[in-house]
């Protein structure tokens, strides 16, 4: 079974929650998805609350060496998603950077103009999931 792991801002913001929520629903259609927790509604801004900070970092290093791809929504500005998109890619772990062009927001160069990324733009979560399943469909 395929490990998805799933990043998206936590501490950066939840405003996009929602989607956030709706993605982790689809991707367990692929695999298994390590970072479920990322759509819970629970989860806040203020971030996780079991396990210290040293333990939150060493179980999600374990989950990205797990990980057989990263899908990363990086439509809020995020330390925590840069960071483990970089760890990705030096690991040579294929990286999905998905955005969500209603928002307003600008796509930093640095993950838009990296040729080590496929950027996925979306409007909608149906053109989101539709870009999604061709790859989990090739």
Known sequence: MMKIYYSASISGGR?????????VSFLKKYGDVLTEHIGAETLTAKGET????????Q????W???ADIIIADVTT???GVGYE???????KIPVIACFYEKSGRRLSAMVA???????YYYQNLIELFDKLSAIFSK
Do not use: H
């Open 50 to 57: 079991t396990g210290s900070d040293k333990e939150i970092f």
């Open 64 to 66: 990205l060496e797990k």
């Open 77 to 79: 500005p995020s330390l």
């Open 59 to 62: 179980r999600d290093i374990d």
């Open 113 to 119: 103009g990296n040729p080590q990324l496929k950027v």
């Open 15 to 23: 405003e996009y929650a929602d989607i956030f929520r709706e993605t």
């Open 85 to 91: 998109i970089a760890y990705a890619i030096q690991r």
